[in-house]
């Protein structure tokens, strides 16, 4: 694993539930958690060894994830602009015990750690099957009805229809 330059605490001391995986590939990259007072935290794999897998962890608030999600921003620069102005860098061992934790200012992330210029979240991947995963995420991002709606009538290309009215789509 890459050497990290932090702040090394005794423990993790968030306290964080999985909401749904953001993307996945032989396993989870980026997963969104959430705390017991509805705040939102990101989960992205950066490293592994013999040991453990590395993730780094921050804050992220409502308006920065919609804008990932619809590719206002990039993953990069999340990490690189955390809302509370640093990452915990998480190690966790395959029964998933913390093994070491780090309090990282992003300028200190080894460059590996930093994902690409165009790293824009294609919210497609998202398993299509998965329409609740999708809907957990809309619900967390979108607080404006009207706003979901149109953003839904996109991603699922249907059109609403009125309580018992026929949908000719």
């Given at each position: 694993?890459?050497?990290?330059?932090?702040?090394?605490?005794?423990?993790?001391?968030?306290?964080?539930?999985?909401?749904?995986?953001?993307?996945?590939?032989?396993?989870?990259?980026?997963?969104?958690?959430?705390?017991?007072?509805?705040?939102?935290?990101?989960?992205?794999?950066?490293?592994?060894?013999?040991?453990?897998?590395?993730?780094?962890?921050?804050?992220?608030?409502?308006?920065?994830?919609?804008?990932?999600?619809?590719?206002?921003?990039?993953l990069r620069e999340?990490?690189?602009?955390?809302?509370?102005?640093?990452?915990?860098?998480?190690?966790?061992?395959?029964?998933?015990?913390?093994?070491?934790?780090?309090?990282?200012?992003?300028?200190?992330?080894?460059?590996?750690?930093?994902?690409?210029?165009?790293?824009?979240?294609?919210?497609?991947?998202?398993?299509?099957?998965?329409?609740?995963?999708?809907?957990?995420?809309?619900?967390?991002?979108?607080?404006?009805?009207?706003?979901?709606?149109?953003?839904?009538?996109?991603?699922?290309?249907?059109?609403?229809?009125?309580?018992?009215?026929?949908?000719?789509?």
């Amino acid at each position: 694993m890459q050497k990290i330059t932090g702040y090394s605490l005794d423990n993790f001391p968030l306290n964080l539930r999985d909401i749904v995986d953001l993307i996945y590939f032989d396993g989870p990259l980026l997963t969104l958690f959430e705390n017991e007072y509805g705040d939102s935290y990101l989960y992205y794999w950066c490293d592994i060894d013999d040991q453990c897998n590395r993730w780094l962890v921050f804050r992220i608030t409502k308006k920065t994830l919609r804008f990932y999600i619809t590719q206002k921003l990039t993953l990069r620069e999340l990490i690189l602009n955390p809302v509370d102005g640093f990452l915990y860098s998480i190690e966790l061992d395959d029964d998933l015990q913390y093994r070491q934790t780090y309090l990282i200012q992003p300028q200190n992330l080894p460059q590996k750690y930093i994902p690409a210029l165009d790293s824009y979240y294609d919210f497609s991947k998202l398993d299509s099957e998965d329409t609740e995963a999708k809907g957990l995420v809309l619900e967390k991002i979108w607080t404006e009805k009207q706003e979901l709606s149109h953003l839904l009538i996109k991603l699922f290309d249907k059109h609403p229809t009125k309580i018992g009215e026929p949908s000719f789509a």
